[in-house]
């Protein structure tokens, strides 16, 4: 049967496929419908974990007791987990074991344009790119083969394209996969020098069989055309090379680490010239470059944003002029009814500089709000905020804080926390907790008791938490804007490490409220500095887009003419 | 047989389940399709866009400038900005809903007042899906005009939105979508 699926619907279809029992995964666009997809099959036992290393050392785990695992998560992630992943490309595995990284060119949804290739490379990883829906099913099955018979993780690296496009697939059955035995085995499992010395030994040799059996590897292959140009790509980037220049020699790498040697020598010898199409870094072109053969890619793709067919055309003179009107643009924003907007508020009038952090929350640094003044990575803000206090004192401190969501928090807030406390800072941590994993998707975390399957489960309490670690805590509804602004300006005073736990669930998780009315504007534009886009600049005053206001009723606290009128149920619903 | 459509919006406003059924459409047709969605950071109120490829065989996920055969945009700035997708004699099929941008609400910028620079058939969506009952429904309205050019019969639209809308919901939607039918069969003439 064929089905039209999304890259990750076809990649968790994939690892039903091939017996997987195992996921865990932290959520990361352009990653997360993978495992929301995988939670649909009762034969795979999924979670959200916390973070992407616990997630990678669970799937490691299970794999050890002979269990086929996988790990998804967004480039960045891999970061995260590149602790565990190093090592554990020196153990092996015992089931197969699929770590699947989703890179993100043009940064859609991202703070960085970062590689995984090159940890592939780094780590000694094997990496498999898949360029359709249908590959990237089938090269699940693949990838849990080559992990077993290799005895190695196995990426798996899509891209935001693959991720998200959706293409037919050819459904197949599930395998039947018997758990493998689990034997005590330090000199494998325990990476102490001596033990990892030999592993070590192991890598390289693991490494050079699969480079020789890639050259005969399917997924690997030459499709000549004209012998004039020959192009080496892979990925989703193949199928714009086919568009782009239809008469060209292809070698369509499936395999993107280790690279077929022979099968590359032999495609260079019959064309003329050999270039590389490759998104963001020189990875395969260097490694071509390195194996003496005389070959070109980046000067001209160049290193940044996403290849299409009308560029690739382009740089072969092929394209044609674009003429873009030149219009208003339309960036992201808060949604109309997001709790944020009223923390991020609060913290203007205070005039605080605020170290911001990963989620919905990083759209409170653009106009009008201007809200952040650095977002760096998860987890980032309250270590940012404890090193700037090094910097430039305690009374600094007064009027600085560090905002995190209730995700992120769990995520990697919590080291550094500590951190501060244990330390002696005297920083004000707001944690922004919306009751949600928001930005990705909406996908559920250990503070909201809830897991992957909408199951009840422990609910982390953030006062309770931050208190035992020696923080002064708090809980206020950041909705109420009087509250949070008296909230902020006392815990700013403390002299120690405060929390203030902002609560108030995301605006589209929550029913809306009626629109919120008008009567009697004066103009004076006090409620136009939240940036809330229900709230629109008019002849004379403001008006409301009744279909975009949820009715929360921040506007309304904030008119000093009583001219934003709340719906009568407000008090009720939340 | 061969179609780009470019589907353009703002997010939140239900482009996704426009491409997802044009997606299941062509599948129900034997045909091969890519359509290419942006998740994530722009789904909160930003420009978004979706691109749908049916024929014999696709190969990018992604429309070229200049290649759409039709335009589907759930709002009119967006409508604008995604003319450089329609080929020479393609059509931009559009909601004339303004939902102001960010620079426009701060008056750094005007709302552009300008006409299409191309054959448009343009309808107030918005108002056409709340008469059908639900506002969500934009969606539908837009596909019932495509559903007027594409050469595929209306059960085999309707089949497909069954299998994909939540079943409380099929009734409003399949009045959206008939509705976009009639405008389309009523103003066709015209483009």
């Known amino acids: 049967m064929k089905k039209i699926m999304l890259g990750n619907e076809a990649i968790a279809r994939g690892a039903y496929e091939a017996g997987v029992t195992v996921v865990s995964s932290y959520p990361g666009t352009p990653s997360t419908e993978i495992t929301e997809a995988a939670a649909t099959y009762p034969e795979m036992l ?30 960045v992630g ?233 560029r690739i055309r382009s740089l072969f003179g092929l394209g044609k002029t674009i003429n873009t009107a030149d219009l208003p643009a339309r960036p992201p924003v808060l949604c109309p009814g997001c709790p944020h907007r009223a923390s991020f508020y609060a913290m203007k009038k205070l005039k605080l500089t605020v170290f911001g952090d990963i989620g919905c929350y990083t759209l409170g640094a653009l106009k009008p709000l201007n809200g952040l003044d650095a977002s760096l990575c998860m987890g980032a803000s309250i270590g940012m905020a404890f090193g700037a206090e090094k910097t430039k004192g305690k009374d600094f401190s007064r009027s600085a804080v560090a905002v995190i969501g209730d995700s992120t928090f769990l995520h990697s807030g919590i080291p550094s926390l500590i951190n501060a406390i244990y330390n002696g800072g005297t920083i004000t941590v707001v944690l922004l907790d919306n009751r949600i994993t928001a930005m990705t998707g909406h996908q559920q975390n250990a503070g909201m008791g809830f897991d992957i399957y909408s199951h009840q489960t422990k609910e982390v309490d953030f006062v309770q938490l931050c208190e035992t670690l020696g923080a002064r805590a708090r809980e206020v509804d950041p909705m109420n804007v009087r509250a949070m602004t008296t909230a902020l300006k006392e815990e700013l005073a403390y002299e120690g490490v405060s929390v203030i736990v902002a609560k108030s669930p995301c605006a589209l998780i929550i029913p809306k409220h009626d629109p919120v009315r008008v009567e009697g504007c004066r103009n004076c534009g006090i409620c136009l500095q939240i940036g809330c886009p229900a709230i629109l600049k008019a002849e004379g005053g403001i008006e409301i887009d009744d279909s975009l206001c949820t009715g929360c009723g921040v506007c309304s606290q904030l008119c000093p003419h009583h001219a934003l009128i709340d719906a009568p149920a407000k008090e009720e619903m939340v | 047989m061969k179609y780009n459509i470019v589907i353009v919006g703002v997010g939140g406003q239900g482009t996704l389940l426009a491409s997802k059924i044009l997606g299941g459409i062509a599948l129900s047709q034997g045909l091969d399709v890519k359509v290419s969605e942006i998740h994530g950071m722009a789904q909160r109120g930003g420009s978004v866009i979706t691109h749908v490829r049916m024929g014999d065989e696709v190969f990018a996920p992604l429309v070229s400038p200049g290649e759409a055969d039709y335009i589907l945009a759930f709002e009119w700035l967006e409508a604008l900005r995604s003319e450089y997708f329609l080929k ?76 994909i809308v939540p079943p409380k919901t099929l009734d409003t939607n399949y009045r959206a979508f008939r509705a976009g039918r009639d405008i389309a069969h009523k103003q066709g003439a015209n483009v």
């Open chain 2, 88 to 163: 020479e004699d393609g059509l931009l099929i559009a909601n004339t809903q303004r939902i102001m941008p960010m620079p426009v609400i701060l008056g750094d910028a005007p709302y552009p007042e300008q006409e299409a620079a191309v054959k448009c058939l343009c309808m107030d969506a918005y108002h056409m899906a709340c008469e059908a009952g639900s506002a969500r429904s934009v969606n539908m309205v837009l596909l019932g005009v495509l559903s007027k050019f594409l050469p595929f019969e209306q059960e085999v639209w309707e089949e497909t939105i069954e299998k």
């Open chain 1, 46 to 75: 999924c979670e959200w974990a916390t973070n992407e290393k616990v997630a990678v050392e669970t799937a490691y785990g299970a794999s050890m007791m002979g269990a086929r695992a996988m790990s998804c998560m967004k480039h």
């Open chain 1, 78 to 310: 891999v970061n995260v987990a590149a602790d565990p992943l190093f090592t554990a490309a020196y153990t092996g595995v015992n089931g197969g074991l699929v770590i699947v990284c989703a890179d993100d060119p043009a940064m859609h949804s991202s703070q960085n344009e970062q590689d995984t290739r090159q940890i592939a490379r780094a780590s000694h990883i094997p990496m498999l790119e898949p360029a359709d829906s249908q590959e990237a099913k089938d090269m699940m099955i693949l990838a849990y083969q080559i992990s077993e018979s290799y005895d190695t993780p196995v990426f798996v690296r899509i891209t935001t394209r693959l991720a998200h496009q959706r293409s037919p697939v050819e459904l197949g059955e599930r395998l039947q996969v018997v758990p493998k035995e689990y034997k005590k085995d330090i000199s494998k499992y325990v990476m102490m020098p001596g033990m990892a010395r030999k592993r070590h030994v192991m890598v390289e040799e693991r490494e050079n069989r699969l480079r020789l059996d890639a050259d005969s590897m399917p997924e690997n292959r030459v499709e000549m055309r004209d012998k004039s140009m020959g192009v080496v790509c892979g990925g989703v980037v193949y199928h714009y090379v086919r568009e782009a220049l239809p008469n060209a020699s292809v070698l369509k790498l499936g395999l993107t680490y280790p690279l077929p040697e022979k099968m590359i020598r032999d495609f260079a010898g019959q064309v003329d010239s050999l270039y590389v199409i490759e998104e963001l870094e020189g990875v395969i072109e260097r490694d071509i470059a390195a194996m003496g053969i005389s070959v070109r890619g980046k000067d001209l793709t160049g290193l940044q944003g996403e290849l299409s067919v009308e």
